[in-house]
């Protein structure tokens, strides 16, 4: 695709809906947190619902023992007739002795130690003094009354940023912080890119461990490989850390928008960083080229859920050729997306917040080949014969960086397929029988 990787287009007005809403809890990062921060537990303080949501997001894990648990809030506990504190510190104790490898603990707030009002920051602030920082005790809230899913990741973020005014930081000076959770190997494929570049004293948050954050100040500057971090951001610019204005890396245009930023930002010469991102751009474009017949042209209707709407909406238009009919996302952090709601095409709806009921019958009269969606709304769809792709997918499944960007592409392209082959099969079973 050789358009330019900036718009003069102005999206449509924003739709700003407030009403019920459908989307996952804030609990459910925890499945690809505890994933990638090796070294930490992360606790529910919560209810039963909680630790079977969880669980549920989880799937079955046989072969390991996980690194997250609810510690279970009985009627006792929400009816006040025992305290709280002593009831986490005995079942922190216990988590500890069975697991004297886990270097953080991670306290997660949920709706109902919300609801109760249950201090969880003087619960983290005692326990770490009471086990001497070893492990680490910090806190966020993953509760599904105010966060969506990727929020959870957000909050967690931030605490991880702002635990460096109670734990301080490692020696090395971070120049540049690259934030927002990434699968390993998407991890690995930016450093050896930012390598290439000639970058040095880059982290990534988080990292693969738990150890102290470098030294964030005046002279670091962070990009954003999630649009959804806006806590995380704000505790970056408390620090004097300074945000790389980029697009997001999904797809060939918007991985290279995102290194060339960062390059701009570090000096590094227009030929230098041709060399370097040549060849994967190649691989991208062809990657992704091998599924645009499946993709071009078709209406897609992409309902709020994991706030990546915008950056998703303008892969799909720009590189795969599809019409974007709405893109809705629970919240806009319009400074961050900003570049990406100027390269969708004039006329595309963007709704903020969610009204379900009025979205389905807009979505609905808009008659789309594919709606993006949580679950809880795939399955009636489908049901109608309306095509879906599960939102939370793009969060669980690796899909940044060049490398992904046909993984990409093809995560939309096979619902779409598995309908087509559907319909090839029983119209070659109505010719047989006849």
Not at 13 to 24: D, L, N, S, Y
Not at 32 to 56: E, M, Y
Request: hydrophobic residues 45%.
């Amino acid at each position: 695709m050789n358009q330019p990787l900036v718009s003069c287009a102005t999206p449509s007005a924003t739709i700003r809906q407030r009403g019920q809403h459908e989307v996952f809890c804030g609990l459910t990062s925890i499945i690809w947190l505890h994933r990638k921060v090796q070294d930490a537990f992360f606790l529910v303080v919560g209810s039963r619902t909680c630790a079977h949501l969880i669980q549920s997001a989880a799937g079955v894990m046989i072969f390991s023992e996980p690194r997250f648990a609810t510690a279970i809030m009985e009627e006792r506990d929400l009816a006040g007739m025992v305290d709280m504190h002593d009831e986490l510190d005995r079942e922190v104790a216990r988590l500890l002795e069975r697991r004297p490898d886990i270097r953080m603990l991670v306290l997660v707030g949920s709706c109902p130690s919300e609801v109760i009002k249950f201090d969880l920051n003087r619960a983290a602030e005692r326990l770490d003094k009471r086990f001497g920082s070893k492990p680490r005790v910090l806190c966020y809230s993953g509760s599904g009354i105010e966060t969506t899913f990727t929020q959870g990741e957000d909050n967690f973020l931030a605490a991880l940023v702002q635990d460096q005014s109670v734990h301080g930081a490692s020696d090395k000076v971070a120049r540049l912080v690259v934030a927002g959770s990434v699968a390993d190997v998407v991890e690995d494929q930016f450093a050896r890119l930012l390598d290439e570049l000639g970058l040095e004293d880059f982290v990534f948050l988080p990292g693969r461990s738990s150890e102290r954050l470098p030294k964030i100040g005046p002279n670091t500057k962070f990009v954003l490989a999630q649009p959804y971090l806006g806590a995380t951001a704000a505790a970056l610019e408390s620090l004097g850390a300074s945000r790389i204005n980029a697009l997001f890396p999904l797809g060939e245009e918007g991985t290279t928008a995102w290194l060339k930023a960062i390059a701009d930002t570090f000096g590094v010469s227009p030929a230098r960083f041709a060399a370097v991102t040549e060849a994967p751009r190649r691989r991208a474009l062809e990657a992704t080229a091998h599924y645009r017949s499946a993709l071009a042209g078709k209406r897609i209707f992409l309902f709020p859920d994991s706030q990546m709407e915008p950056s998703l909406a303008r892969y799909l238009s720009r590189e795969l050729d599809a019409e974007i009919i709405e893109v809705g996302s629970p919240y806009l952090h319009r400074e961050h997306v900003a570049g990406e709601l100027a390269m969708l095409p004039p006329g595309v709806s963007i709704s903020e917040g969610q009204d379900v009921e009025i979205q389905i019958d807009r979505c609905r009269a808009a008659k789309p080949d594919l709606v993006v969606c949580g679950m809880g709304l795939a399955n009636p769809f489908e049901a109608e014969g309306i095509v879906t792709k599960w939102s939370i997918e793009f969060a669980f499944t690796p899909i940044q960086g060049y490398e992904q960007a046909g993984d990409l592409a093809e995560l939309f392209a096979r619902p779409l397929t598995r309908k087509a082959m559907i319909a090839g099969d029983r119209s070659g079973n109505r010719r047989a029988a006849s």
